[in-house]
């Protein structure tokens, strides 16, 4: 049985590549709309975008309380290591400071009249040991002598421990005091500035203070994307990715997969929405452009690329699928005792067949094929055409459903102009 005439394009020797131009398989994420928590993450296959994060970001926290009275660099100027950044006003400290520095020199005005008089009882104790030796001094002379020495070396002790203590609480202050000062601890750009000169800002001892500004290194950028559980296989470390940006529409930049999450994150759990996905950081290699977090881009990564193979375009390949009846079948009255147990045992569904139709004679000719990797344009033949020859590329439903081995085609590769209004047919 044939069917009614059908109109297909087809590719032909010119556009079925000859032992084919480097071809490879990507994964395309199309990400966007990301939420800022901690880090940042975008939603895969969404329709919508990623955003570039930068790999190194340093917070400058205020770790003491005051007044910013200098503040040299504002967002987006870049700054050197060891740059000052911020300075926060030191007038509270400076009574402090003076305390504490009075009280030490008191313990040591203390210590030195403690070995004055240790120097004193330690000659009236030798004078009092040599006239017990003689039994001109009684014993209970000598243990007073004794005695007396040994009071003063404790108050030496006290006074030295005291000198110790005043100066921690010193050291201390003077920390406090080289806090007011911060310099950049890196190379870079400041991405953020909360604060403006004159404003206080708060500082606590073990927790993180007012965020004052943020810095980053903007040499070094990267993108997260979440990958879903069943593709997060096919990606290895060191995988190629292909970033485009949208404020950059020209250029194409290049990266590589440095790190592939092991734990999941989900979305929607217990809902028909729930979502399993991986993080994969994709560190961008050429970041000559003025990159700034928060861009929004397209991101392919490259799984698996091969060189010189035969392919077609991906939409001319479909699957067909056949019915077998295995076993030992003898007479039609044998089949009918069969239990209905057995009949599924004999009669088995074998797997969609992959196929292409070829043009042989104006007629849609079915050949079974194996396939290889894939883009998004086109997908490799391994198996079951051969260069030159014309492969059908029609509409979805012509290649699916309609087109059958033996079918009549018609070639049309002539372009569909679209006609205006008003145009006759």
């Not at 032909?12 to 395309?28: G, H, Q, W």
């Not at 810095?215 to 993108?223: N, V, Y």
């Not at 309609?402 to 590769?413: A, H, M, Q, W």
């Amino acid at each position: 049985m044939t069917m009614a005439e059908n109109t297909v394009q087809t590719k032909d020797a010119n556009t079925v590549p000859k032992k084919k131009k480097k071809k490879s398989r990507k994964l395309l994420w199309i990400i966007g709309g990301i939420v800022l928590i901690g880090v940042i993450l975008a939603v895969v296959f969404s329709g919508k975008k990623d955003k570039l994060v930068t790999v190194q970001t340093v917070d400058i926290s205020a770790e003491v309380s005051g007044e910013i009275i200098s503040l040299p660099f504002k967002e987006g100027e870049e700054v050197r290591k060891n740059d000052l950044v911020v300075k926060i006003k030191q007038d509270a400290y400076s009574p402090a400071l003076q305390e504490q520095n009075a009280s030490i020199k008191v313990a040591e005005s203390n210590l030195e009249v403690n070995r004055v008089a240790l120097e004193r009882n330690q000659l009236e104790f030798d004078r009092v040991k040599q006239l017990h030796s003689k039994g001109l001094a009684t014993q209970s002379e000598l243990d007073n002598a004794q005695n007396s020495v040994s009071q003063v070396l404790a108050q030496i002790n006290s006074s030295e421990a005291q000198i110790n203590q005043q100066r921690t609480g010193l050291s201390r202050i003077k920390y406090d005091i080289s806090k007011t000062t911060i310099y950049s601890p890196m190379d870079g750009t400041v991405t953020q500035l909360n604060n403006e000169l004159g404003e206080k800002v708060l500082g606590t001892i073990s927790n993180q203070g007012s965020v004052i500004m943020t810095i980053s290194d903007l040499a070094k950028m990267e993108c997260q994307v979440e990958v879903g559980e069943t593709d997060v296989t096919l990606v290895s470390l060191g995988d190629t990715a292909r970033i485009e940006i949208d404020a950059f529409p020209d250029k194409i930049f290049i990266g590589y997969v440095y790190e592939i999450a092991n734990t999941a994150t989900s979305k929607g759990i217990g809902t028909q929405e729930e979502v399993v996905n991986f993080i994969v950081k994709i560190r961008i290699i050429d970041n000559a452009f003025e990159l700034r977090p928060g861009m929004s881009c397209t991101v392919d990564i490259v799984v698996d690329q091969r060189e010189n193979v035969l392919s077609v375009p991906i939409q001319s390949v479909t699957t067909r699928e056949e019915e077998k009846m295995t076993g030992d079948i003898a007479k039609e009255s044998e089949i009918e005792n069969l239990s209905r147990e057995s009949e599924k045992k004999l009669s088995k569904k074998i797997k969609p067949k992959e196929v292409v139709f070829v043009v042989d004679n104006n007629a849609a000719k079915k050949s079974e094929v194996k396939t290889g990797i894939s883009d998004d344009s086109y997908i490799e033949i391994t198996e079951g055409v051969n260069e030159g020859q014309e492969i059908v590329k029609g509409s979805f439903k012509a290649i699916t459903k309609e087109l059958e081995d033996g079918s009549k085609v018609k070639i049309d590769n002539e372009p569909k102009k679209i006609k205006k209004d008003g145009e006759d047919e």
